[in-house]
């Protein structure tokens, strides 16, 4: 793939009125315990040091409580990489034309993550019960958190900040380190826009890719299987890359826009029935790869 050279050239891109930055921590209780005894059976049988290896139980063995909390807690995760631009680690950037429907949905999740621990705070005392026949030998009553000390195991918080404008360093130094200092936050910033706005082109480019492939039929003749998806995510893509074109790039916006019109009037049934009809979408998606500079 030809890596697209988009960058941001003379004086720093404001975003403080275009985007701001969100921090999203959701953490969760592990119910994951060092079996100290039994890792020292086992290093001690395997004829190693103590350290070699480690035995870890999990405490919610058969119960699948906050199983169901751990995987929503990755949905979301998930979700929020989908929703913003990466700035760096921890923080995305999110664009004040998402922001909105980011925060109703962000609102919808932490409601129903909120819910998920509210059920297993109620059923803990009998699962706690339940894991002394589950864990057998391993389980240690001891070793289980009391009821009341367990919400605060579960956190779903999450930050919005504003982007630091350029040169605003409020210190007291030489205007010659001051200067230089500047400098370098320009350079950063400008490197970090470019890698934010990179991350659309290569979700769009993911997403042809994928289609020029399911759309190319087999040497036999016969076509690929491919799920109803293969339109449904080019369609959620388009509309949410109105919604991270950041920076206004006219060429995100003209590529977005040629998936959008060959995506909009195809049905899924006719691409599984009509050779033809993959065949006209995948010259549709090919002369998009093939226009812009990846």
């Known amino acids: 793939m030809t890596e697209n050279t988009m960058t941001i050239t003379g004086p720093v891109v404001s975003l403080s009125s275009m985007a701001m930055l969100v921090e999203l921590r959701i953490s969760t209780w592990t119910a994951r315990k060092r079996d100290n005894e039994t890792t020292m059976d086992v290093n001690t049988s395997k004829e190693a040091d103590q350290d070699a290896g480690s035995v870890y139980k999990y405490l919610m063995a058969g119960s699948d409580h906050l199983k169901k909390i751990e995987k929503y807690s990755a949905k979301c995760r998930a979700w929020n990489s989908t929703q913003t631009l990466p700035w760096m680690k921890g923080v995305g950037l999110l664009p004040m034309e998402n922001f909105f429907k980011y925060r109703e949905q962000l609102g919808t999740m932490e409601a ?15 699962i706690k019960n339940d894991q002394a026949f589950k864990l057998g030998k ?3 009553a001891d070793e289980f958190p009391d009821v009341d000390t367990l919400p605060r195991r579960f956190k779903f918080e999450y930050n919005f900040l504003p982007v630091p404008e350029s040169g605003d360093f409020r210190i007291n130094c030489e205007a ?15 490197d970090k826009l470019s890698e934010a706005m990179r991350d659309p082109w290569d979700r769009l480019h993911a997403v042809l890719m994928h289609m020029t492939d399911k759309l190319t039929d087999k040497e036999d003749g016969d076509r690929k299987i491919f799920r109803d998806s293969l339109i449904d995510n080019a369609i959620d893509l388009c509309d949410l890359l109105t919604r991270l074109n950041v920076t206004k790039d006219p060429e995100l916006e003209k590529a977005r826009r040629m998936l959008e019109q060959a995506v909009t009037t195809t049905d899924i049934d006719d691409l599984r029935s009509d050779v033809g009809a993959r065949l006209e979408l995948r010259t549709n998606v090919q002369d998009i790869l093939n226009k812009f500079n990846w």
Not at 112 to 126: E, G, R, S, T
Not at 176 to 190: G, N, P, T, W
């Open 112 to 126: 129903n993550f909120h819910a998920l621990v509210k059920d297993f705070i109620i059923a803990y005392p009998q």
């Open 138 to 140: 391993y389980y240690r």
């Open 176 to 190: 010659r380190v001051k200067a230089d200092l500047q400098e370098q936050y320009e350079k950063m910033f400008s």
